[in-house]
């Protein structure tokens, strides 16, 4: 039984953690640990904990070095624990009698005096964090240029970003970067704002409305949404005015996508298969292939991703991309569009990708992107966290288009 308050939630983000960094699973998978908690306020809480510890990792382990002359093994649980005490301390604004009594108890029978010392120590040194978090060597090493730009996006979780089905619900405010666009603070609860029981709105970042976005208006042409699950360009698609099918090879998925398109009155054919197998009846008029990554570029909401991928998955990814995005070109009409997209910030799954596409570029124009993004030499897109930053910034995702 839990009698302090509030440990439930530190148990839970320490399962967590533990998941992300030793077995390598994703926040979503990890996120499992705080499901059996009873209130929205704990499972809230230990997501938090373990985002802000994924986000500042590498700068916590530097202050907990710092004050202790015999480092910490990395995977000690001491570590952990005093990585979650400065998160909450430092990034959550816990008063630190609070972090103490919650966390300690985690390490019941162990070094329990040796992390109220380091704890101790920082909080006499009134330690900080620096404005960005410090980026893994490798990390930084792989996203070259947009590195130090990306770590300033990472600093923080990122604001709400709707889409929306038709007009703007009455009394729904916030401000549009693109037109059927509407962004909101972070950490608005989506439950309450008008237009939520209709459908009339749902999340999707501001880069992930790109790719949709670039095929235009529908009217009644058939398009293939591949690899369309939980179904957020599906929704765009349709409300565009497309007959859409989307296809997706993962039940679960596929089922978030029903039960969306349902939330929102919008229709699709809907197509269980693996992309790889699949052949289509007839061709498309458009294709959008939004196809599975590494999704680093989504590490300001999943900060796992700065830990988790690397060359292995980046390249394994690559090749399915590459695969994909070939079967989908034959797919398509004389003259139709494709998009290709992927929320991943490494080239090889990106730029590498589609320059092995044999169709022909058709390139994205500046009135097709928010202000502030600018398309590549050769018509392509590429966001990252640390563009728009004044506007609270968007994913990272590589987008191009091209013409059958
Ligand atoms: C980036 S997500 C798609 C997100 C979706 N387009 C949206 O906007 O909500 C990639 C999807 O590809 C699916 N997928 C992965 N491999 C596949 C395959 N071989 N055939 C079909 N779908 C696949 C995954 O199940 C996942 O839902």
Redesign the pocket.
Known sequence: MNTIPGSGARKAALKMLDAVLRRGDTMEQAGGAANGLPSFADRALARAIAGEVLRWLTDLDALIDSATNKPLPDDAKARMVLRMMLAQWLRLETPPHAVIATALPLLAGGPKRLAHGVFATLTRQDATLPDAPTLPEAVAHRWGDMAPEIAKGIAAPPPLDLSLRGDLPEGLEGESLLPGHLRLPRGTAIENLPGFDDGAWWVQDLA?SIPARLLGAGEGKRVL??????????LQLAAAGWKVTS????SR?LER?RQNLKRTGLSADIVK????GWHPDELYDAILL????T?TGTCRRNPDVIHRIGPRQIEAMAL?QSQ?LERAANWLKPGGTLVYA??SLEPEEGEDVAASCTLAPLPVMSDELPEGVEPGAWGHVRTHPGMLAETGGLDGFFIARFQG
Not at 247 to 250: I, K, Y
Request: glycine share 6%; aromatic share 0%; proline share 7%.
């Open positions: 992930a949404d591949l690899c369309a699950a939980p179904g957020g360009k599906t296809l997706d090879n993962s998925r996508l298969a693996d992309a790889m939004d196809a599975p990554c999704a399915l994909l992927v929320c």
